[in-house]
């Protein structure tokens, strides 16, 4: 366990606050272009898995609000968080997403994440219902999320993932998001509530592998990921260091970080 004090929920929040899309590396545009067409493949060839039309007939019977579309052969309209629910789900539903290769030695292979479909399925929910959203904005809150979401990733503990927890439900929180709030364009104290309300939020365990859950728990976290940068939006509050600390994230969900 690393005791040294650590400021990454601050660190976050303040490189969300600031990117823009002219500092965004010409490589990560590259390869942010080509996750959210991938990502778009797998969400299209999910949506008429089981699972997903399960998720879709929840959602169909909870709510008539029609502020972003669910998408597939029959394409619907439903909130904007609900969307996100069933597109996630969709592009999970059949394992065929990217994945985020480690860096470290001492990680493991299936401890990092699935990083596209949480933000992309938050940023495809929220920029249909702001409307007038940009491609350039549209890739800076994706890229955003993803970067934020890889580099929680990376830097927990991989006792995380050797416990049980399954990255993609509980840090694919983080990187929806983010990049909801980016859009939202929320301020630097807001983005940490988001982040400490996402923390609180986050699930997912490997027992459920092999089964419909486990693309629930995309979908899972990119609906709270979403929630969550609504609710930081209209003023709820959350602790500011919620990655940090011993009762934050790391500690609690990993045992520590890098």
Partial sequence: ?????????????????????????????????RCVLDGLGVILAGSSQKCTEIVRKYCQSISQAKEATIFGKQ?????VALA???NGTAGHAMDWDDTQVSASPDRIYGLLTHPTIPPLTACLAVSENL??????????AFLAGFEVECKIAEAISP??????????????????????????ELSETQLRHTIGLAASMGAGIRANFGTMTKPLHVGHAAHNGVMAAMLARDGFGANMDALDGPWGFFHVLGGGLD
């Avoid at 601050?10 to 590396?25: C, D, H, R, T, W």
């Avoid at 409307?131 to 800076?140: A, I």
């Fill in 1 to 33: 366990m690393n005791s040294q004090e650590t400021y990454v929920t601050k660190e976050a929040g303040e490189f969300v606050s600031k990117l823009q899309y002219e500092n965004l590396p010409s490589e990560a545009l590259r390869i942010g272009k």
């Fill in 75 to 79: 394409p619907m309209k439903a909130p």
């Fill in 84 to 86: 996100a629910l069933v």
């Fill in 131 to 140: 409307g007038q959203v940009s491609g350039k904005m549209f890739l800076t």
């Fill in 159 to 184: 006792d995380h993932y050797k416990k049980g927890f399954h990255t993609s439900g509980t840090i694919g929180t983080f990187g929806a998001a983010i990049a909801a709030a980016k859009l939202m």
